[in-house]
T-cell receptor, first 114, second 112 residues
Framework: EADIYQTPRYLVIGTGKKITLECSQT?????MYWYQQDPGMELHLIHY???????EKGDLSSESTVSRIRTEHFPLTLESARPSHTSQYLC?????????????FGAGSRLTVL | GQNIDQPTEMTATEGAIVQINCTYQ??????LFWYQQHAGEAPTFLSY????GLEEKGRFSSFLSRSKGYSYLLLKELQMKDSASYLC?????????????FGTGTQLKVEL
């Protein structure tokens, strides 16, 4: 049973198109993240948010942008997609505070830019 | 900088025990996580270590040595469904929050 939802799961688009990858969670988590993962490679953090109206860039530079207008929603946008953006994008969320604060991941959005 | 190393692939037999190693060099340390990721699916949490020693959870155990920058994931009584990628991730103190740095993952194949 998924508590964090990503749409679309798969998307094939042409170069230059604007796309938005949706991510929503129903767990009331304050923190949300976007990771990028190429086949056989590690996950790289590209964006994160610690709450509404808070967004920061991650460790890997990305041409995408994010917004956090509502706690449960953390969409990622590419204004003009290029073939180099072809990858899997994983959204995750976690609680605030100390302790393990385990990341819960969505199923991912696999993007192919032709 | 952050550096996490784990073997790329491992193969083991159903019913056996397998140990997946992970070494890390990070700027600060505030916990090590193991995740399981089946092909085309989301990573799911397996274990968390912040202090030295062994954490046991059913068929899965994870060990941490902070002084050696070393962890392992031990899987017992292997089942075919354990075939997956196992991701080692470290939460550095610097940078704050709950950002994790992931290794490339170890692809485990369980055979009959």
């Amino acid at each position: 049973e998924a508590d964090i939802y990503q749409t679309p799961r798969y998307l094939v688009i042409g170069t230059g198109k604007k796309i938005t990858l949706e991510c929503s969670q129903t767990m009331g988590h304050d923190k949300m993240y976007w990771y990028q993962q190429d086949p056989g490679m590690e996950l790289h953090l590209i964006h994160y948010s610690y709450g509404v109206n808070s967004t920061e860039k991650g460790d890997l530079s990305s041409e995408s942008t994010v917004s956090r207008i509502r706690t449960e929603h953390f969409p990622l946008t590419l204004e003009s997609a290029r073939p180099s953006h072809t990858s899997q994008y994983l959204c995750a969320s976690s609680l605030q505070g100390s302790g393990a604060n385990v990341l819960t991941f969505g199923a991912g959005s696999r993007l192919t830019v032709l | 900088g952050q550096n996490i190393d784990q073997p790329t692939e491992m193969t083991a037999t159903e019913g056996a025990i397998v140990q997946i190693n992970c070494t890390y060099q990070t700027s600060g340390f505030n916990g090590l996580f193991w995740y399981q990721q089946h092909a085309g699916e989301a990573p799911t949490f397996l274990s968390y270590n912040v202090l030295d020693g062994l954490e046991e959870k059913g068929r899965f155990s994870s060990f941490l040595s902070r002084s050696k920058g070393y962890s392992y994931l031990l899987l017992k009584e292997l089942q075919m469904k354990d075939s997956a990628s196992y991701l080692c991730a470290v939460r550095p103190v610097t940078g704050g929050g709950n950002k994790l740095t992931f290794g490339t993952g170890t692809q485990l194949k369980v055979e009959l």
